[in-house]
């Protein structure tokens, strides 16, 4: 088993579990360094440089834990945005929340 994943193949597994191309600017952030604090809830980067879980949950572990802690950092971004603090602000674009495009056919039909 492997740990994590190393931070130079972080763009080949985001395009291979997720079929699209791992883009920084879209989540709103530089590089995939920047683009892990949005989700240090979840995953960090250890001394390696390897993407690591920090949530210490199992997949048999209720989906609820995940939709508190969501809801109560989204909580958290909203108070800081209505006390004024824009750095609270997500810039996420919306080609970063769409499917990735379904696969074309080869076109080649059959005769007859």
Excluded: M
């Excluded at 931070?7 to 590089?31: D, S």
């Amino acid at each position: 088993d492997r740990p994590g994943v190393p931070e130079p193949h972080l763009a080949f597994y985001y395009g291979k579990y997720f079929k699209k191309c791992l883009t920084p600017k879209a989540f709103g952030v530089e590089n995939s360094a920047e683009l892990v604090k949005l989700v240090k809830d979840v995953v960090a980067w250890d001394e390696d440089k390897v993407l690591t879980a920090t949530l210490k949950r199992s997949p048999d572990d209720d989906i609820s834990y995940f939709v508190k802690l969501t809801e109560e950092i989204r909580r958290e971004r909203q108070r800081r945005l209505d006390a004024g603090d824009e750095t609270a602000r997500l810039k996420i674009t919306q080609g970063a929340l769409n499917p990735p495009a379904p696969l074309q056919s080869r076109g080649q039909g059959g005769k007859g």
